[in-house]
């Protein structure tokens, strides 16, 4: 799940802080990315703002080694012999950027906030851990019961969602403010807010409590939108580590970064769902073939602009750490083998109408191309596509309102199948039910089995098909070394190291 690369080449040129002149402070890494949705954990809702709060603050359990367990990193032990009723316990001296001290209180105020308030993070703890109760036993010691046993439940602790937060912002409800000026427990803080549209700069925080300390002097965040932008100040020599890559950049890539550029998965993924109720997607056939006549890897190239990884299987690879190929027959483009499913069906399939969020950018031109390619695949007479607000979307969602199929954006929240699967298709197959309840009981080493099973059923029923999985993307100048990626928090910022200035 985690993978190290070094480019062993020194000289770079660097830019401090947000104003693009050539930075006079050795060590300092420079980092392109866009705005982030939010820096408060329980707001964060993308890329950006999980690797920026994986700078700012420190986890409870970060992932180890492939099939090994979490590793305790702000906890000191993480305990549950019946695997319902977990026990953490702290690890002493650990502060915040302001010198308060990090408390079981510091975790608790703030799930209990992430679920009053609504955030996105609180469905980590509401529909994927299904907390029942939450305690601060002490200082250092935290209860959490759960509602079904998870074995896999330290390795939940490494969700940005489950961060703690100060007494100060607990205390005063200021989520907004605190979100310009977040203050966390981790390895830097910033040294003033957060600028939209620029960015800021952190600088390693002396106070704290890791046993990894920061081997950059400083990160200088910098808020650079445009793809092209990111690329041409990387190639310049102005930025150290680029986060996004223009789609006509990718194939030069390969070429100009070989040794110096790394896709990584992200635990999110894009299915189009079938209203089951609509007696049209009642036969599986019929939503077998609508997923056969889908052409993944052009919508990947094409309209999505590599920036994604066309689905191979129902469970994106993030969440598994597979790297070979998938098993996700109805995954692969057969457009003949569509068209007989679909008479196959006995269901008279005229026409559709896709839904998406019209708020989400691109969306539309993407969506518009799975149409071309199920009206032309299917021999349909019409389909269509309609936007919907995001208040509209999730209003249809929650009422199951849609009379055709519809994208769906599922994020795991941290890296387990089961995070996935149970949310998403949990009342749809009683066998899956079955197979996710024994996967959450049973020890991490013995879950993967019950997780292949439920997914090999739920690909057979297919009440929604997979179509791909996020990724992130860096390449970095010479002179730095030590890339690391976590599919929770992205590039590791505070193991990267500036090697030298020319």
Not at 30 to 37: F, K, L, Y
Not at 234 to 239: I, K, Q, R, Y
Request: net charge neutral.
């Amino acid at each position: 799940m985690r993978r190290t690369l070094a480019a062993l080449a020194v000289g770079t040129l660097l830019l401090a802080g947000c104003s693009g002149g050539p930075s006079a402070e050795p060590g300092v890494l420079s980092v392109g990315v866009r705005e982030p949705t939010s820096l408060l954990p329980g707001r964060v809702a993308d890329l950006s703002g999980r690797q920026i709060a994986g700078a700012l603050w420190a986890p409870l359990t970060e992932l180890g080694a492939a099939d090994q367990p979490p590793i305790p990193v702000a906890a000191e032990s993480v305990t549950g012999p019946d695997r319902l009723l977990w026990t953490i316990v702290l690890r002493q001296g650990w502060r915040f950027h302001d010198g308060s001290p990090v408390t079981a209180r510091s975790y608790v105020g703030a799930w209990e906030a992430s679920m009053r308030e609504g955030w996105p993070g609180a469905r980590v703890l509401t529909q994927q851990l299904r907390v029942a109760g939450l305690r601060a036993v002490d200082e250092r010691t935290i209860e959490v019961r759960l509602h079904r046993p998870l074995g896999e439940f330290p390795k939940a602790l490494t969700s940005p969602a489950l961060l703690p937060l100060p007494e100060s912002v607990l205390a005063s409800r200021d989520w907004d403010r605190f979100a310009e000026r977040p203050i966390g427990n981790g390895p830097f803080r910033l040294t003033a807010p957060w600028t939209r549209g620029k960015g800021a700069r952190a600088e390693p925080f002396a106070g704290f409590a890791g046993a990894v300390r920061p081997k950059a002097h400083g990160v200088d965040f910098r808020v650079i939108s445009d793809p092209a932008d990111q690329y041409e100040q990387v190639g310049d020599g102005t930025l150290d580590l680029a986060t996004e890559v223009p789609t006509v950049r990718h194939a030069a890539l390969q070429q100009q970064y070989a040794d110096r550029h790394w896709n990584w998965p992200s635990p999110e993924a894009t299915y189009l769902a079938f209203p089951l109720g609509d007696k049209r997607f009642a036969d599986p056939s019929v939503r077998h073939a609508i997923s056969l006549a889908i052409d993944r890897a052009a919508l990947a190239t094409g309209p999505l602009g590599h920036q994604v990884t066309a689905a191979a299987s129902f469970v994106p690879p993030a969440l598994t750490g597979e790297t070979t190929p998938g098993t996700c027959r109805p995954c692969t483009h057969d457009a003949q083998a569509a068209g007989v499913l679909l008479r196959q069906g006995g269901t008279e399939l005229r026409g559709l109408t896709l839904y998406f969020e019209s708020e989400e950018a691109g969306q539309r031109g993407w969506v518009s191309q799975i149409a071309e390619q199920l009206r032309s695949g299917l021999a349909l007479s019409e389909v269509q596509v309609r936007g919907l607000s995001a208040e509209e979307y999730r209003k249809a969602l929650s009422s199951k309102a849609f009379d055709g199929p519809y994208v769906y954006r599922a994020d795991a929240g941290y890296p387990s199948p089961q995070a996935l699967l149970e949310p998403l298709l949990s009342g749809t197959n009683s066998d899956v039910d079955a197979m996710l309840g024994e996967a959450a009981a049973a020890a991490p080493a013995a879950a993967s089995r019950y997780y292949r099973l439920a997914e090999n059923t739920v690909l057979r029923d297919l009440p929604m098909t997979p179509l791909w999985s996020a990724h992130g993307h860096l390449y970095w100048a010479k002179g730095i070394s030590g890339v690391v990626t976590d599919p929770t928090r992205g590039v590791l910022l505070d193991r990267i190291e500036v090697l030298g200035r020319p």
